[in-house]
């Protein structure tokens, strides 16, 4: 019910924004985040964006770069990737739940299949 897009190859320092729908559920019952995966890492937490999409948290690796944001009124929400790095590169999983945030000790119920980053130095 969760559905990625977005994703792609870039160049070092470029820019990608990821997307992420949620079917068959009301979109603004649910706080949602980012999560990525590396090839032979663990996943981790990106950024998390509460309900109403005031209230957002990132992880320390970010550092400006990304943005997460929401539009409730159309269903959407989305994670703005800059000044992508090598290092980025992974597959990103949006994540929701309806009843706690989305933080780096708090993952959400509900995964989507992910989408690829790849970033080339």
């Known amino acids: 019910q969760l559905a990625e897009s977005g994703g792609g190859l870039v160049q070092a320092g470029g820019s990608l924004r990821l997307s992420c729908s949620l079917s068959?559920?009301?979109?603004?019952?649910?706080?949602m985040g980012w999560f990525r995966q590396a090839p032979g890492k663990e996943r981790e937490f990106v950024a998390g964006?509460?309900?109403?999409?005031?209230?957002?948290t990132y992880a320390d690796f970010v550092k400006g770069r990304f943005t997460i944001a929401r539009d409730n009124t159309k269903r959407a929400m989305w994670l703005q990737l800059n000044n992508l790095k090598p290092d980025d590169t992974g597959v990103y999983y949006c994540?929701?739940?309806?009843?706690?945030?989305?933080?780096?000790?708090?993952?959400?119920?509900?995964w989507g299949q992910g989408t690829q980053v790849t970033v080339s130095s």
């Open positions: 068959g559920r009301t979109f603004s019952s649910y706080a």
């Open positions: 994540n929701a739940d309806r009843h706690q945030e989305i933080t780096a000790r708090a993952q959400g119920d509900y």
């Open positions: 964006i509460g309900w109403s999409g005031s209230r957002t």
